[in-house]
C-alpha cells in the first residue's frame, strides 16, 4: 500500500490559514485533487476536516485527533488517535494506495514515512500562517510534471 501525500501550496510555502480559510479558490485544482483521491482512502488532522465541514464524497474520510472524546456527527467517518493507527487500519482494507490530504501538522510527519507526494505548486504567493514542510531534494525525487494554468503538479517519490 502506499502512502501518498497530497497538497497545493503556494510560492512562498503558504498551504493555509489557521482560521481555517483557504487563501485561494482554483477550480482546476479542487478537480484534480477529486480525480485523483476518489475511490481512495484519505487520512486527515481534525482541524483540516473542521475546516472542510463535512466528509469528502466517495472516499472512505480517516481524522486523527488527540481527543479520545471526541465525536462526529457524521457516521462514514473513522477517527483514530495517530497517524499510525490510521495507516495501520488502511493496510487492513486491501487498498492499493492512500492519501494523506492534509494539514501542516498532518504532512509534517507523514513527510517522513511517505512513499510518494502529489503536489501542485501554485504559481502565485499567498498569505497564511500554515506552511507545507521543507522537501529535502536529497530525499524526493521529482518523476513528472504537468502544467496547468494557476499551478505546476509535481509527482515526487521517496529515492
Ligand atoms: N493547501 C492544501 O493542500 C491544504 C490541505 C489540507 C489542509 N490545508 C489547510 O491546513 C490548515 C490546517 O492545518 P493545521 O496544521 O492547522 O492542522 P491539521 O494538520 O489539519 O490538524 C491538526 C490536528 O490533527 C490532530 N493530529 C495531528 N497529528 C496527530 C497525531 N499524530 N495523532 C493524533 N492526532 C493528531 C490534532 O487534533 P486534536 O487537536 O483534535 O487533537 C491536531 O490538532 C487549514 O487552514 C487547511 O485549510 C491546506
Known sequence: ????????IAQNGVIG???GDMPWHIKEEFQHFKNTTSGFPVIMGRKTF??????LKGRLNIVITRDKGLRFEFDDVKKFHSLNEAIEHCKTL???KIFVIGGGDVYKQAIKIADEMILSHL???????????QIDEKIWKVTSKEKRDQFEIVFYVRR
Open 123 to 133: 504559481t502565485f504567493e499567498a498569505e497564511g500562517d500554515i506552511y507545507f514542510p
Open 17 to 19: 490559514r489557521s482560521n
Open 94 to 96: 486491501g487498498v492499493e
Open 1 to 8: 500500500m502506499r502512502i501518498i501525500i497530497i497538497s497545493a
Open 50 to 55: 473542521n475546516a472542510l465541514g463535512k466528509p
